[in-house]
């Protein structure tokens, strides 16, 4: 009798808690592309002030913390079980997936989707903060495009962190109950 193996479910706080941490980056890499974009188009729209930035984060820290528990509930309905994540485990540790980059196009599509939620949050808030904002869509592809470099650099950060703790041992395996 075969028994079906079941992953440890990833804990809500776990969810919130790296949604917040990459969404923060990637937030903040978006912002400074804003920036970037704006200096390169020759365009002075992107204005908000240091004490904007902050109240459009944390209204966007709410947004994050939504996404989390969304992406949760999205993810118990298509794995109940986690046996997808585990084959996923089993195979990035076994290098027949990702050897270098961790996720590499998730980064890829997160850094860009996270360059226009950025800018769209911007933007939706710009009247009832009085910011100076006007972006127009060259100046969010043009950021959003930018920021992908900060999803490259983070997939690689990850991928060396992860080539470090195996080479150490000290990568775990897939748990599974």
Do not use: C
């Amino acid at each position: 009798m075969t028994t079906k193996k079941e992953m440890n479910p990833i804990s809500l706080w776990t969810w919130i808690w790296v949604t917040l941490l990459w969404g923060s980056i990637f937030h903040f890499t978006s912002l400074f592309m804003l920036h970037k974009a704006g200096a390169w188009l020759g365009t002075n729209s992107f204005n908000p002030t240091f004490g904007q930035s902050m109240m459009v984060y944390a209204m966007f820290s709410i947004v994050m913390v939504l996404t989390a528990l969304v992406a949760r509930s999205v993810k118990q309905v298509l794995d109940p079980t986690g046996e997808k994540q585990l084959q996923r485990q089993r195979e990035v540790l076994a290098g027949k997936r990702e050897k270098l980059f961790v996720s590499f196009a998730g980064s890829l599509a997160t850094s860009f989707g996270f360059g226009v939620l950025t800018a769209a949050t911007y933007m939706l808030l710009a009247g009832f903060l009085k910011m100076d904002v006007q972006l127009t869509f060259v100046h969010i592809l043009t950021a959003s495009l930018f920021n992908v470099a900060a999803g490259v650099i983070a997939s690689i950060l990850v991928g060396v962190v992860f080539l470090v703790l195996k080479q150490m041992g000290k990568l775990p395996e897939p748990q599974s109950i």
